[in-house]
């Protein structure tokens, strides 16, 4: 079946501008994670969703960011006034739940990424 | 705070050799652990994970992974490697009652003929 889906696959815009970013994960998976990747970094939690609790919002690097996920599935990860160390990939993960398992040990799937760059 | 080291920023092998990619974490509380494998141009995908039991776990394309409590290490191995296996390779631990999945920085795997 599909996978996760992220658009645009690269974004190039210029400091100061915002961006959105969006993600639409796996059909039926209720967990949805955004990471940031930045050149010989690892990759940086950012935000967690999972089904209609409160999300995770501990990853944030600033009140620039933000995310949402309407609906339980597709989720935005907006960055305001864009800066030039916000260039980095960022990747959308999703993973089932299911109830009656470990949470824990559910894989995430990832997308392949959007690629922005900050001029 | 929990923390994901991989010492080895990229490792280069010949083929058909044995592969050691090291993962050290750091943890106050109980942990699950994972590696990850990026192929080129591709997202990532779950390569193995250790959530209880045996401490030897493996993956279906012939790596390997020991967890080791007392070092609180979790290294992957291959003893023997192919072209194919050329791809960076991530380190998470997600503790136990945490949602987020930390991971090391990656390692990229070079094999050559």
């Known amino acids: 079946g599909a996978g996760v889906s992220q658009s645009p696959s690269n974004k190039v815009t210029e400091k100061g501008k915002d961006v959105e970013l969006r993600c639409d994960p796996i059909s039926g998976h209720t967990a949805l994670y955004w990471y940031r990747q930045s050149l010989g970094q690892g990759l940086e939690f950012l935000i967690y969703?999972?089904?209609?609790?409160?999300?995770?919002k501990s990853g944030l690097p600033s009140d620039r960011f933000s995310a949402e996920r309407t609906g339980g599935s597709v989720s935005t990860l907006t960055i305001q006034r864009t800066q030039q160390e916000d260039s980095a990939v960022y990747l959308c993960?999703?993973?089932?739940?299911?109830?009656?398992?470990?949470?824990?040990?559910?894989?995430?799937?990832f997308g392949n990424g959007t690629r922005l760059t900050v001029t | 705070a929990q923390s994901v080291t991989q010492l080895d920023s990229q490792v280069p092998v010949f083929e058909e050799a044995p592969v050691e990619l090291r993962c050290n974490y750091s943890?106050?509380?109980?942990?699950?652990l994972f590696w990850y494998v990026q192929y080129p141009n591709q997202g990532l995908q779950l390569l193995l994970k250790y959530l209880s039991g045996s401490t030897l776990v493996e993956s279906i394309n012939g790596f390997e992974a020991e967890f080791n409590k007392s070092q609180t290490s979790f290294h992957l191995r291959k003893p023997s490697v192919h072209i194919s296996d050329t791809a960076e390779y991530f380190c998470?631990?997600?503790?136990?009652?945490?949602?987020?999945?930390?991971f090391g920085a990656g390692t990229r795997l070079a094999v050559h003929p």
């Open positions: 998470a631990v997600r503790p136990g009652g945490y949602n987020k999945l930390i």
């Open positions: 943890s106050s509380v109980s942990v699950y």
């Open positions: 969703f999972q089904g209609n609790s409160a999300p995770d």
């Open positions: 993960a999703s993973s089932l739940r299911p109830s009656h398992t470990d949470s824990y040990n559910s894989p995430l799937h």
